[in-house]
């Protein structure tokens, strides 16, 4: 019988920032699907769309307007699933029947008065201009009494939820930390009392070492497929310096986030040459007022394409009961992603 | 102000036996729909379909041959996502890069020879025959000292990943405990020790007094929208009494087994009047040989619909990134369910 080895036999990988494990069967690359196939992505806009209602002073649902705006434009969303006014309170029905009252406030940010745009396809000093209404909000919504957690993100894609193509993200704040993020401090606080560092600093310099699950990197920041990565093409976005959050990156951090922010979904588009759909978002501390050491800023990407541009991974039945499931390898995608083009596709087909 | 309730404010659920929370979000239900829609469902299939690889006496993918079966049929997946033969290892690199071998065995259940049904439609006789399918795999894989978890589930729908209409259900075994009955053994093992009864036992008592998210039921079992819900439509199957796997059902419990599989499939049919996608899947006791007093045998359906045949639920951005959050509030969805016929639409419409 010939050894272990994670390239060919079936295994589990520990995920150490959630504690769940993974299943990886990385003979399973080879099976032909012949299940739903997503509609190919139409992917030219104009810069203005008149029934956007996102785009410069279009009316949106309620009859608000927007302004003329250029550049990024924030607001509170018209559909928020948290609101500021919601009375405290919870239930007392015993250990089974346990419900409390949350509140929280959900913005919306248009990324650019261009609706033809998305992220790879904006110029890092635009990113930038991203990476600031993210630090303004932050800093405005943490420093707000009822508000224990920020979480900025962006859903990508029509096959992701995405109900508008407008490149936009959105922020849901919350008067409790959600349960990805507090289980995240469980881990990140048990490693940093252990090792006096912080887990995904430690991780970030093993792999920086190992060197084959990194996609692209700069001065600040470095994007890789984690270990554990659930997604075929599921990849993190990590700062060489531990932070805890936004507010503590520097001028040239904010820089270096936008340009990697870049750089890696130019990689993602430049994949599948479409429109690459992914959630993305922000990981940092709470915002309740007390201090993080462990906590290490990141932003996680779970793009759901498995195969093409038509063929994503679905995460049903053994993923949703059982153990998360993927067939290739996160070093075979890191691999993959890396050894793309760093030029949008769109511009090396001119 | 007015006094909270789960009924009208953004609120917080417990589920206990994952110990994560869901956001419910009531307001929300009115949030108009302008993202992706999803094919409707062509549900006109013959009996016999000459490409379906599923069909009795047709080519599977590899070139083996199912054989002239009427009813049930099993066979071992021709794409394993688990090996018999994988060697027994894992990584010694630290706790930021652990992984172990798995090894397990996974099969395919032909539910029907006839192309055409789907479990809805069946015969509550012929669903009987999954059930003892159910169990004399469940006793067959759990006996293999190398099989510690026997998961049995049903992937339906193409939105749900399902790449054959055909009527069929799968059951991956693994060498360890897969996440989530792992944790479910966790949160049981709990109760049961605090409170000498189990977990959904006592859970299923309370809900049969409370009645509001109560949808079908017969002498042996229950099928209920539980209170910490994700999916607008998600339910769950739980046997009246307290057994820890399938071989302990009586004959009779097998069939209210297969009895209520279809009450709760019709009404999920009669919904939108189309064929219900879902993953369903029982949780039982694990299989290494122990003894697990506080394990309540269940069936959980997670089904991705939301408002129509074609506008699902989309678990995305804050979802992945931070809370599962949900529109309709479980009661609601518990009583639409409730309120509808009990006969199939296609029946009723002909
Ligand atoms: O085994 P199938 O039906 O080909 O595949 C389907 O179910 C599996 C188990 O839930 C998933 O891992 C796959 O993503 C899904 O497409
Ligand atoms: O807020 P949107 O873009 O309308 O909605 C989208 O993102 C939300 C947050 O991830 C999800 O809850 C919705 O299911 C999804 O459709």
Redesign the interface.
């Known amino acids: 019988?010939?050894?272990?080895?994670?390239k060919d036999?079936?295994?589990?990988?520990?995920n150490?920032l959630t504690s769940?494990?993974v299943?990886?069967?990385p003979?399973?690359a080879?099976?032909?699907?012949?299940?739903?196939v997503e509609k190919a992505i139409v992917d030219e806009r104009p810069a203005y769309d008149p029934s956007c209602y996102l785009c410069a002073g279009n009316e949106r649902?309620g009859g608000k307007h927007n302004p003329d705006y250029k550049g990024t434009y924030v607001f509170t969303n018209d559909?928020?699933?948290?609101?500021t006014?919601?009375?405290?309170?919870?239930?007392d029905?015993?250990?089974?029947?346990?419900?409390?009252?949350?509140?929280?406030i959900c913005k919306v940010i248009c990324f650019s008065e261009d609706h033809s745009l998305t992220v790879p396809e904006m110029d890092v000093s635009a990113i930038r201009n991203v990476v600031d209404v993210w630090c303004e909000q932050f800093n405005e919504l943490g420093r707000n009494d009822q508000i224990e957690?920020v979480?900025i993100?962006?859903?990508k894609g029509?096959?992701?939820?995405?109900?508008?193509p407008h490149p936009h993200g959105?922020i849901?704040s919350?008067s409790?930390v959600?349960?990805?993020?507090a289980r995240e401090t469980v881990t990140q606080k048990a490693?940093f009392e252990k090792n006096g560092s912080t887990?995904l600093g430690?991780?970030l310099k093993?792999e920086l070492d190992k060197e084959e699950r990194l996609v692209v990197s700069n001065e600040h920041f470095v994007a890789l497929v984690p270990?554990w990565a659930v997604w075929p093409f599921e990849t993190m976005i990590i700062s060489r310096r531990p932070v805890q959050n936004l507010l503590e990156l520097t001028d040239e951090e904010r820089d270096g986030l936008a340009d990697i922010y870049k750089q890696l979904t130019v990689r993602y588009d430049n994949l599948f040459e479409t429109s690459f759909a992914y959630?993305?978002?922000l990981?940092q501390a709470p915002t309740d007022g007390k201090d993080y050491p462990e906590w290490h800023l990141h932003m996680?990407f779970?793009p759901p394409l498995l195969r093409s541009a038509t063929v994503k991974k679905?995460?049903?039945?053994?993923e949703?009961?059982?153990?998360?499931?993927r067939d290739i390898t996160p070093e075979q995608a890191a691999q993959r992603l890396r050894d793309l083009s760093p030029v949008h596709y769109k511009k090396t087909n001119q």
Chains 1, 2 share one sequence.
């Open positions: 019988m010939t050894n272990f080895n994670t036999h079936p295994h589990k990988r520990l150490p769940d494990w299943l990886v069967s003979h399973r080879k099976r032909p699907w012949q299940g739903q649902a559909f928020s699933a948290l609101l006014d919601t009375p405290d309170g919870g239930t029905e015993g250990s089974l029947f346990q419900a409390k009252s949350e509140s929280g957690y979480q993100f962006e859903n029509a096959i992701m939820g995405c109900s508008n959105q849901w919350s409790s959600p349960v990805e993020p490693y887990l430690d991780y093993a270990y959630s993305a978002g990981h996680h779970y679905f995460m049903v039945g053994y949703m009961l059982a153990t998360p499931q």
